[in-house]
């Protein structure tokens, strides 16, 4: 056979041909087993209770078959669609469309409290008003050189129906500078100039519907005889 390859490759060739006949006959011989088949027939079967079984209405109870490949119908109820509200005059589109609140209520373009009243905070109340005291003062020049130096009053009265202690202050001229004080016809009191403020305190009370002269002397007031603010325990004084 080393000296002839031709029958091997003869032989080869034989036996490959048969076997091709041999696969094609069977492939004819069973030509009709790959034809679809007929679905089987629906089961029937008998209810309990009545005379005779209709087949028919029995396979229609039952549950369809199902295909390999498909899916079965959905029994899902249809989307509801939901209303949307528009507010007339708002904006037509986009982000600044308002949502309706947890009440169903839509705020109005411009009110982010949902048309809730806001809570206000109520103003404080106004200062109360100082007591008006019962002594009263009026201012008056009493004697004057040249504007550049005066002698002042302030008569005080009570008028109430017991003694009362007073304090009087006064803003004298700017650069001006006290030379005395005194009170007529009555005890000292104290004397003090701070900051440009003078002041006086009683050294014993008014009595009830008395009068009492309080008198200062500044010199160097720069053309003015006035001082620019007066009063009596907080009261303005008269005359000014």
Known sequence: ???????????GVLVMVVLLIVALASYRSRGPAFEAR???????Y????SGATNPARVAANLPEPVVPGLTPRRTDPPPVEVPVVVVPGGPSGGDDVPTPSAGGVVPPPGDPGGGQPR??????????APPSSP??????????WNN???????LL?????????????????PGSRLVTSWVEGAPQGTPRMSGGVFTYTSGVNVGPGASVPLRFHFENTGGSIRPSRCTVDGVPCSGL
């Open 38 to 44: 007929p679905a089987d027939p629906l089961p029937t």
């Open 157 to 173: 009265y009570n008028r109430d129906r017991v003694s009362r202690p007073w304090t009087v202050r006064l803003v004298p001229p």
């Open 46 to 49: 008998s209810l309990p209770g």
């Open 135 to 144: 002594v009263t003062g009026r201012f008056s020049v009493r004697d004057s």
């Open 119 to 128: 809570p206000t905070t109520p103003a404080p109340p106004p200062p109360a």
């Open 148 to 154: 550049e130096a005066f002698i002042g009053e302030v």
């Open 1 to 11: 056979m080393a000296s002839s390859p031709w029958v091997v490759v003869a032989t």
